[in-house]
């Protein structure tokens, strides 16, 4: 497998920094592969603009930050404006289409999921929508199975939320998987 | 096994390795980024019968594991750059009082208040200088989790075996950041004791007389042996004296017992180093950066080597000097304004060949800023 | 056990100025130590710096030499680490009040069962006659030339409102008094502060006109009178002696204890 780079950006209490632990320790614990996720965030815990970078890859990693990514989630428009130009040429961006209207760009594989509208319509809970965007992101990448992901929930999360946790993972892998090419 | 594998925060790494190395007493004052060492050890120690306070300020804090030091346990206090001037006093108690305890300083941009929550190294000459008077200071650091770890261990290790305070200096990208840590087993480690006097009670013991090894043993507050612990000069009871021969000859020990042993002490690491034309020191986190444009430019056929330095105080001069032999020029990579470059600079033969590649804008610095340099120093025709 | 039993007799005579009631502190001490038959191998004396902190240079026990102001925060390292130890910290009002003011309040808040002893003399004596926080109005200090205009404070009353839940107040004059309250501060469950107003002959005595140490000691026994008297409320003047506050609330190893419990079930 090639390293990936990804970039997780959204606002604070989206829960995307917390996405992007998921995914890479599922990377570690569940694949045998190397992660390393790091953020930046100011004084702010609610509000303001997250970035967590996550870098997954069968070899050593040292250099843990991300300049290019090859993938690059964007949760708001501020993320989407302020992150898009670093995107790897020929990367993935994926966005939401409730809070993000993106620009067409040639060199770049954009898939835009209403993963937002999904998890209010079938699920109701927004605490989820970041879950819904990992599975969307296993699904497009195959850089973890789903299973793994789902493992490091059942370990993190409360017995109570565990079902709707893995319905929004399920629910984002089915979109993700609808878009894959 | 794979219970044994965590993914983790660098912070957390530093707990693992605190409760691996028998850590039983905490005392310490939140502030970025170093709170998650305080966090987990709230809820850690407490599982073991260890004990963990939260106190009122940084000056404080230090103090209570020297009081708990005392009582016979292994002690830790964690902090960031304003705490940590806060407790130069107390560490120059400890260093006086030959006290064991761990100080972690998991530093921030500064002066003052500076950047809590982005990355410096900035406080390395503060951690060998900060205290006043003639001293002599053990610091480590490290530039992954597994060695956070094992660092932690043996920064306990060190503070036992010369009953001395220990400063581990890991950097805010290290302390946030999160990747795989893999515990050892037990006993896969080797871990130092605190050193309890074999003298029995009702005789003569001499808290401050050093055995043939250089080791002195302890009597915990509370045995058999009634003592005095000062910060004023003393004799080997550990009452005050200003006779100018047990003056000289405390900070005679105090400075050699740590001076005289810095081969002994010095943790490095090496990279590419046997043939290398040019050589990166450097260490913490910047020596991933390092690492990665040794890698790329090895890749390439050129001879660049990196030497990680682990152990930051006492300053491993003949180990620089000996790695920096055949290089045409050294660069000093570090998140700061050229504070080991100085030391390196005064460890080599020739210091003119010594540069620096830096950032002191609280970004992480990059392959491509240390690439620039080397591509400077090329112009040069170094 | 006699009394003597419980000095290191080589140091002495003691490093104090003559006339000082430093040294009746540390004869009220060791007889309340002595009346309580206590063991000398559980007695951590904790002292800061200062005339008072020499104290602990005199005495048999297990003897910390501390800090300027930070002698409770290293007692707080003692105690929580082994709590079945008994914890003396010896201060003066300078080492407790100004320098280590938070450390004071915060160990009041805490109800960590400890003893702390304010040797109030009002001035900064071993550095040469600088006002302290207890010296007060009009008081003439090396610092204080012209008079001092810094108000002092008053040291029952703060750890009253801090959360101490043993505090009382007598002086040097009153020694045997003094002996009971150390008593009793050592039988509390919880952080104990037991002022006791010394004199200062050499610097607060010759600077302010009040005479010799004897005078100075009368001067106790005329301005004092015991909490409650009808005294105090004909001349608010008067300084008053006794028990303020003597209260049962949780210690903190005790609830630590708990806490330990509670994370070892899981």
């Not at chain 2, 390795?17 to 502030?31: E, K, N, R, T």
């Not at chain 2, 400063?167 to 950041?177: C, K, P, Q, R, S």
């Not at chain 3, 910290?89 to 938070?102: K, S």
């Amino acid at each position: 497998m090639e390293r990936v780079r990804m970039v997780f950006s959204g606002s604070g209490g989206q829960g995307v920094i917390t996405a992007a632990i998921i995914l890479a320790e599922a990377a570690v614990i569940h694949e045998g592969l190397n992660a390393t996720q790091s953020q930046a965030y100011g004084a702010a815990a609610r509000g303001g603009a997250t970035r967590s970078d996550v870098i997954i890859s069968e070899g050593e990693i040292n250099f843990p930050k991300v300049i290019q990514p090859n993938v690059l989630v964007c949760l708001t428009q501020q993320a989407y404006t302020t992150y898009y130009p670093i995107l790897r040429p020929g990367g993935l961006l994926l966005c939401d289409t409730r809070y993000v209207t993106t620009e067409r760009k040639a060199d770049a594989w954009q898939v835009e999921l209403p993963m937002y509208q999904s998890v209010m319509e079938q699920i109701g809970k927004p605490i989820v929508f970041n879950i819904c965007m990992l599975g969307a992101v296993v699904a497009l990448t195959d850089v973890v199975s789903r299973d793994s992901v789902m493992k490091i929930l059942k370990e993190r999360i409360p017995a109570g939320f565990v079902e709707i946790n893995e319905k929004a993972l399920n629910l984002g892998f089915d979109l993700g998987q609808a878009k894959k090419r | 096994m794979s219970q044994n594998i965590k993914f983790v925060q660098g912070n957390e790494a530093c707990v693992a390795g605190a409760l691996y190395a028998g850590l039983q007493f905490f005392a310490g004052y939140p502030i970025t980024p170093s709170s998650e060492v305080a966090e987990l050890l709230a809820a850690r120690l407490p599982t073991q019968g260890g004990k963990f306070i939260q106190m009122e300020d940084e000056l404080s804090s230090i103090c209570a594991i020297i009081g708990a030091s005392l009582t016979g346990h292994k002690v830790m206090t964690a902090t960031s750059g304003p705490g940590f001037s806060l407790m130069q006093e107390a560490l120059g108690y400890a260093i006086m009082a030959e006290i064991p305890c761990v100080i972690v300083n998991v530093q921030r941009g500064g002066p003052s208040t500076g950047i809590p929550t982005q990355v410096s190294q900035g406080d390395v000459m503060q951690a060998r200088w900060g205290v006043h008077g003639d001293h002599s200071m053990v610091a480590l650091t490290a530039s992954n989790h597994q060695d956070v770890f094992l660092m932690t261990v043996e920064a306990f290790n060190i503070a036992e075996t010369y009953r001395t305070p220990v400063v581990l200096l890991f950097d805010e990208v290290i302390g946030h950041m999160r990747e795989k840590l893999v515990v050892p087993q037990e006993g896969e480690v080797q871990l130092v004791g605190r050193l309890h006097t074999s003298v029995k009670g009702g005789v003569d013991y001499h808290p401050y007389l050093p055995r043939e090894d250089g080791r002195l043993p302890m009597s915990d507050f509370g045995g058999v042996h009634r003592y005095n612990v000062t910060g004023l000069y003393h004799d080997m009871w550990g009452f005050p004296s200003s006779d100018p021969k047990v003056v000289h000859g405390l900070i005679r020990h105090l400075v050699d017992k740590i001076e005289n042993r810095a081969n002994l002490l010095a943790h490095y690491k090496e990279y590419f180093l046997e043939d290398a034309d040019r050589v990166l020191v450097s260490y913490g986190a910047p020596a991933r950066s390092a690492l990665h444009v040794v890698k790329n430019r090895r890749a390439r056929g050129e001879r660049l080597g990196l030497l990680e330095l682990q152990t930051l105080w006492p300053f491993p001069t003949d180990i620089v000097r000996e790695k920096c032999a055949r290089a045409k020029a050294v660069v000093v990579v570090e998140m700061n304004m050229g504070q080991m470059l100085q030391e390196v600079k005064k460890a080599v033969e020739k210091p003119e060949q010594v540069f620096l590649a830096n950032r002191i804008d609280g970004v992480f610095i990059t392959p491509t800023d240390i690439q620039n340099i080397l591509r400077l120093i090329q112009g040069k025709g170094v | 056990m006699a009394v003597k039993d419980y000095i290191r007799e080589r140091f002495f005579p003691h490093m104090w100025c003559p006339g000082c009631g430093h040294g009746i502190v540390l004869n009220s001490l060791l007889r309340a130590v002595e009346q309580l038959g206590m063991s000398k191998n559980e007695i951590v004396m904790v002292s800061g710096i200062g005339c008072s902190s020499r104290i602990g240079g005199y005495v048999d026990f297990h003897t910390l030499h501390t800090l300027h102001g930070r002698a409770l925060a290293f007692a707080t390292g003692v105690k929580l680490s082994r709590p079945e130890l008994n914890v003396v910290v010896p201060m003066g009002d300078g080492d407790a009040l100004a320098i280590g003011g938070n450390h004071f309040i915060h160990a009041c808040r805490r109800n960590i069962g400890m003893t702390a002893i304010v040797m109030n003399n009002r001035i900064y004596g071993m550095t040469g006659g600088q006002f302290s926080p207890m010296s007060g109005l009009g008081i003439s200090a090396s610092t204080a030339p012209y008079s001092n205009i810094d108000r002092a404070f008053d040291v029952s009353e703060m750890a009253r409102a801090a959360g101490a839940t043993f505090v009382a107040r007598t002086t040097v004059y009153h020694a045997q008094q003094a002996t009971e309250f150390i008593k009793k501060a050592f039988l509390h469950e919880g952080f104990a502060v037991v002022e006791i107003l010394s004199q200062c002959p050499t610097h607060f005595g010759r600077r302010n006109r009040q005479g010799g140490a004897a005078d100075m000691m009368e001067w106790f026994k005329e301005n004092t009178v015991p909490v409650g008297s009808k005294k105090k409320l004909e001349n608010p003047a008067l300084i008053e002696r006794g028990i303020f506050v003597q209260k049962e609330e949780p210690e903190y190893c005790s609830e630590y204890a708990k806490i330990v419990d509670k994370a070892m079930r899981g």
